[in-house]
């Protein structure tokens, strides 16, 4: 079972950026097997898909929302995987989560993802 570790949440004033990273470990199978996606979910909210990437880095699916501003990447070698989120918003203020999946699928579904980590706080606010 693979198990993630997020990182890099904080306060942000609105128009920044952060970098967010989402760390692997603990699957005897090849990193570059799995889809990762990044999720986040609001007070009161549920948990929505904003992007995900598959194992080869070679295809990626993005929430309409965040096209233009957030994007991902992956490091397969250091089992890493990173949301470079830019012009951030009040309303991104929520809890990020990364999520894996071992086949590839264009779907940003919460339900087709496990292996959550848990969760790291980004709150925009000035």
């Known amino acids: 079972q693979l198990q993630l570790v997020e990182s890099g949440g904080g306060l942000v004033q609105p128009g920044g950026s952060l970098r967010l990273s989402c760390a692997a470990s603990g699957s005897a199978e090849n990193f570059e097997y799995y889809d990762i996606g990044w999720f986040r979910q609001a007070p009161g909210k549920e948990r929505e898909g904003l992007l995900s990437?598959?194992?080869?880095?070679?295809?990626?699916n993005f929430a309409n929302g965040v096209r233009g501003r957030f994007s991902i990447s992956r490091d397969n070698g250091k089992k890493t995987v990173y949301l470079q989120m830019n012009n951030l918003k009040p309303e991104d203020t929520a809890i990020y989560y990364c999520?894996?999946?071992?086949?590839?699928?264009?779907?940003?579904?919460?339900?087709?993802?496990?292996?959550w980590g848990q969760g790291t706080q980004v709150t925009v606010s000035s």
């Open positions: 999520g894996a999946r071992r086949y590839s699928s264009t779907s940003l579904s919460p339900d087709t993802f496990g292996s």
């Open positions: 990437l598959s194992g080869s880095g070679l295809s990626q």
